[in-house]
């Protein structure tokens, strides 16, 4: 039989827990139903147990206790499993046809349980099962009442004969309403068996399916490099994507979920595409540009955001580099404009210092236009400067020797001397620049801080080794520079200063820059500015050209 059921019907996936389960559970109650029947008959009658029954079925309701328990524990142990369902449904066929034997064969009123196991079969094992098990349980009955009734089969001694006896016409009509009963049993029960399949089959494929997007809709949304955030209708956070969390400085979507988007975007409440400030959670301001639609069924809203904090820099920078090759090249122009008027008039006052009818107050004015025409000379020097595209010539220098040197010039000068020059360097720091350049940096650098010191005040200059490079300090102890002109301190002819023209400082950045460098200012020790160039090892050409100087133009 079990090789029967097993060739004849395989369902599509193994029989559920919750199926193994019922058969035990109807086991019990059918066995306890049973017994418990016969023994409140035996008490009610007042007469011994085995009046009402064989002695044998005493001993099938303790094996089918015992089964019950075998094969519950064989449940818990090793799953649902279809040898466990065929084990069970062959246990209790034979039980079935033990007690009908015991109770009457072809005439037991107990028949009725054959249709209870082909039902059985049809719930676990499917339609085919089904069909087998009717099939022998109509074999079974067929059997019985032939072998009872030619004598070949002998009623159990305990039982009385006489319902065992019966005629042709008793054992017709008890084989026919069975088998139609059986047969009707397992028609319906393989029919429903079959839909079951069918609909289980098909509610496999759209779990599975179900599975499949949204696996393939968990992918799609943690990789999606822009921040992903769900809403209900108050504006709380019900998802986000590992994206969102990364932008906004969280590990977990915990962190994120049941709180507004007030408390990380500024005015996202506004649907459309925007852009606004937004809070980190380590409080860092982000530039946040974010889409926010209602979603379909209209219980809530979906923002899609990103950073654009670093394109707004690098637009930012664009628009200066811009300005500054405008301001460069008109810088220039006027250099040129004014180098040639300027050298007549130095010339021509010359020419008329030397003349001898001059007294010495004249001569002293004549001394003051000359001083003067210098100075614009060289401020016409530094704008040609800073208009030009650097060409970087790296050699190898030495920084630490080269500061000391201009330190030494600064404290011979007049116009520097008032304040007190103090110097920590290496007695060696070797790089790779172009020589000329870096004096330049230096030399602005010092005078830039020497005019923002106070009299008889200090200036440090410092130079170390980097990892990465080298790095120069210039700081002073003047009044400092406010956070919010840093940003533009390094404009062209940007100067708070009223005899400054905001050149030194951005040749400076130009000179860092093109090194592949930069300048950066910041509080001092003392409460003055604090300035620092950073120039990595491959100094001359970012990409890493050393010795491939770039060209050059002049307007």
């Known amino acids: 039989m079990t090789a029967a059921l097993t060739d004849a019907s395989r369902p599509s996936s193994t029989p559920g827990r919750e199926r193994l389960q019922w058969l035990v559970a109807l086991r019990v109650g059918v066995v306890t139903l049973l017994f418990g029947g016969v023994l409140g008959l035996a008490l009610y009658a007042q007469r011994p147990l085995d009046a009402f029954t064989p002695r044998a079925l005493v001993g099938l309701v303790i094996a089918a206790y015992a089964a019950s328990a075998f094969f519950g524990g064989w449940l818990l142990r090793s799953g649902p499993t279809r040898a466990n369902a065929i084990a069970q449904l062959a246990f209790d066929f034979l039980l079935?046809?033990?007690?009908?034997?015991?109770?009457?064969?072809?005439?037991?009123?107990?028949?009725?349980?054959?249709?209870?196991?082909?039902?059985?079969?049809?719930?676990?094992?499917?339609?085919?099962?089904?069909?087998?098990?009717?099939?022998?349980?109509?074999?079974?009955?067929?059997?019985?009442?032939?072998?009872?009734?030619?004598?070949?089969?002998?009623?159990?001694?305990?039982?009385?004969?006489?319902?065992?006896?019966?005629?042709?016409?008793?054992?017709?009509?008890?084989?026919?309403?069975?088998?139609?009963?059986?047969?009707?049993?397992?028609?319906?029960?393989?029919?429903?068996?079959?839909?079951?399949?069918?609909?289980?089959?098909?509610?496999?494929?759209?779990e599975a399916s179900a599975e499949r997007l949204a696996r393939m809709n968990a992918d799609i949304v943690g990789s999606m490099s822009a921040g992903l955030v769900t809403l209900d209708e108050r504006d709380g956070i019900t998802s986000a994507n590992p994206?969102?969390?990364?932008?906004?400085?969280?590990?977990?979507?915990?962190?994120?979920?049941?709180?507004?988007?007030?408390?990380?975007?500024?005015?996202?409440?506004?649907?459309?595409?925007?852009?606004?400030?937004a809070r980190r959670a380590d409080g860092r301001e982000l530039v946040i540009g974010f889409t926010r639609t209602p979603l379909a069924r209209g219980d809530g809203s979906l923002v899609l955001f990103q950073d654009l904090t670093e394109l707004r820099e690098l637009r930012a920078h664009a628009e200066r580099a811009e300005r500054h090759a405008v301001l460069g090249r008109l810088a220039s122009g006027l250099a040129h404009e004014i180098r040639n008027p300027l050298g007549s008039i130095s010339g021509s006052v010359q020419l008329v210092r030397e003349a001898p009818a001059l007294d010495d107050e004249d001569k002293h004015l004549l001394g003051v236009v000359l001083d003067e025409v210098d100075r614009l000379n060289e401020l016409v020097t530094t704008m040609l400067d800073v208009g030009r595209t650097r060409e970087v010539r790296a050699a190898p220098t030495d920084l630490a020797q080269m500061a000391r040197d201009l330190v030494s010039v600064a404290r011979a000068d007049t116009t520097l001397a008032r304040v007190r020059l103090e110097l920590d360097v290496p007695d060696s720091l070797a790089a790779a620049v172009d020589a000329n350049q870096i004096r330049q940096v230096l030399w602005n650098l010092l005078k830039n801080a020497v005019q923002a010191s106070p009299s008889h005040g200090t200036v440090w200059l410092r130079a170390r080794s980097t990892e990465s490079g080298w790095e120069v300090e210039v700081e002073d102890e003047g009044p400092g520079v406010p956070p919010a002109d840093r940003a533009r301190l390094f404009d062209m002819f940007w100067s708070k200063r009223s005899h400054g023209i905001g050149l030194g400082l951005a040749l400076v950045k130009q000179i860092t820059e093109a090194h592949g460098g930069r300048v950066s200012v910041e509080e001092g020790r003392r409460g003055g500015a604090l300035f620092r160039v950073e120039v990595p090892k491959s100094a001359a050409d970012p990409s890493g050209r050393n010795d491939a100087p770039r060209p050059t133009s002049e307007s």
């Open 96 to 206: 079935t046809t033990a007690l009908v034997y015991l109770s009457g064969a072809a005439g037991s009123v107990f028949t009725v349980l054959f249709g209870i196991t082909v039902l059985e079969a049809a719930i676990t094992l499917g339609s085919g099962a089904a069909r087998i098990t009717a099939a022998l349980s109509l074999s079974v009955h067929l059997a019985f009442g032939y072998l009872v009734g030619s004598g070949r089969l002998a009623p159990p001694p305990d039982q009385d004969p006489r319902q065992y006896a019966l005629d042709v016409g008793e054992l017709g009509f008890a084989l026919l309403s069975n088998g139609v009963a059986v047969l009707l049993v397992a028609a319906l029960a393989g029919s429903l068996a079959e839909r079951l399949a069918r609909a289980g089959g098909r509610l496999e494929v759209a």
């Open 243 to 277: 994206a969102a969390l990364a932008i906004l400085g969280l590990e977990r979507e915990a962190d994120l979920l049941g709180e507004p988007l007030d408390r990380w975007l500024t005015d996202a409440r506004t649907e459309g595409r925007r852009e606004t400030e």
